[in-house]
């Protein structure tokens, strides 16, 4: 199973921008995806998951600017990004879970004027 992101690059402060991840070589729905991010000489840290069931969750510093969908029959995922900060800066992961975790190869999100 590979899952693969794209949609990163360079926008400006108060810009928007659009993830989206795709799954590739499984056969089940995994049952929660979502998007992980690593600030530079930072953790890596949740940025939001959505369940099967639509239900979702958010770091606090991006509620009410992104927006997590999903296609449970597709297994991708897509993050809604507005109202870019300089913070929001970092290497995005897709992230799936399904009896254990999946993750993606990074792509990275530059918010620079």
């Known amino acids: 199973v590979q899952l693969q992101a794209s949609g990163g690059g360079l926008v400006q402060p108060g810009g928007s921008l659009t993830l989206s991840c795709a799954a590739s070589g499984s056969i089940f729905r995994f049952s929660t995806m979502g998007w992980y991010r690593q600030p530079p000489g930072k953790q890596r840290e949740l940025v939001a998951i959505?369940?099967?069931?639509?239900?979702?969750n958010y770091a606090d510093s991006v509620k009410g600017r992104f927006t997590i969908s999903r296609d449970g029959a597709k297994n991708t995922v897509d993050l809604q990004m507005n109202s870019l900060k300089h913070e929001d800066t970092a290497v995005y992961y897709c992230?799936?879970?399904?009896?254990?975790?999946?993750w993606g190869k990074g792509t990275q999100v530059t918010v620079s004027s």
């Open positions: 959505i369940s099967n069931g639509g239900d979702s």
């Open positions: 992230y799936a879970w399904y009896g254990k975790p999946y």
